[in-house]
T-cell receptor, first 113, second 111 residues
Framework: GDSVTQTEGLVTLTKGLPVMLNCTYQ??????LFWYVQHLNEAPKLLLKSSTDNKRTEHQGFYATLHKSSSSFHLQKSSVQLSDSALYFCALSGNNYAQGLTFGLGTRVSVFP | EAAVTQSPRNKVTVTGGNVTLSCRQTNSHNYMYWYRQDTGHGLRLIHYSYGAGNLQIGDVPDGYKATRTTQEDFFLLLELASPSQTSLYFC??????????FGPGTRLLVL
């Protein structure tokens, strides 16, 4: 079946530094990848999505590029803010996106002053 | 932005108890989903629905039933609750199965 791997459970960094969160996936179908962000005691919200190979997608200062050759969809930001502290999920829709998403375990980002 | 509401927001029950979690979306989305969120497991799909009267099994359906009574309303039923079902439950809706909009979640504690 489909699977998503996020290698970092926790990332701690100082405000203003860059960040990259890793996401790799496995599916036998044409993938549609998503990044969701969940702030403390809130619902997950869509941050980015892509199904186009080698095209960078951006939103709110975050960006990611789907690379089908390496099955990756890493999330990056050039300068993190305190408000970026949150839980970030990578998610995959493989076979049929209407059948729900397969989520990674999530990466918690903590940004310090 | 799509509006998804859940009730109750918090629930405590005992082992063997009967629990119903409610979800309503007001955007006439076709697709609705129930997920549970647990530390170390991320979000896992329990059941989903394509429309009123339709029900599909997700990845972790054991111990759960669901009903989609209308386009707006999707319920998750735990008829014999167990401590392993203590979790944070999210409902989500989607117009076409693409972007999903999540509700605020329900915290369930089974003693």
């Amino acid at each position: 079946g489909d699977s998503v791997t996020q290698t970092e459970g926790l990332v701690t960094l100082t405000k203003g530094l860059p960040v990259m969160l890793n996401c790799t996936y496995q599916t036998t179908y044409s993938p549609f990848l998503f990044w969701y962000v969940q702030h403390l005691n809130e619902a997950p919200k869509l941050l980015l999505k892509s199904s186009t190979d080698n095209k960078r997608t951006e939103h709110q200062g975050f960006y990611a590029t789907l690379h089908k050759s390496s099955s990756s969809f890493h999330l990056q930001k050039s300068s993190v803010q305190l408000s970026d502290s949150a839980l970030y999920f990578c998610a995959l829709s493989g076979n049929n996106y209407a059948q729900g998403l397969t989520f990674g375990l999530g990466t918690r980002v903590s940004v310090f002053p | 932005e799509a509006a998804v509401t859940q009730s109750p927001r918090n629930k405590v029950t005992v082992t063997g108890g009967n629990v119903t979690l409610s979800c309503r979306q007001t955007n006439s989305h076709n697709y609705m989903y129930w997920y549970r969120q647990d530390t170390g497991h991320g979000l896992r799909l329990i059941h989903y629905s394509y429309g009123a009267g339709n029900l599909q099994i997700g990845d972790v359906p054991d111990g759960y039933k669901a009903t989609r009574t209308t386009q707006e309303d999707f319920f998750l039923l735990l008829e014999l609750a167990s401590p392993s079902q203590t979790s944070l439950y999210f409902c989500a809706s989607s117009e076409d199965g693409d972007t999903q909009y999540f509700g605020p979640g329900t915290r369930l504690l089974v003693l």
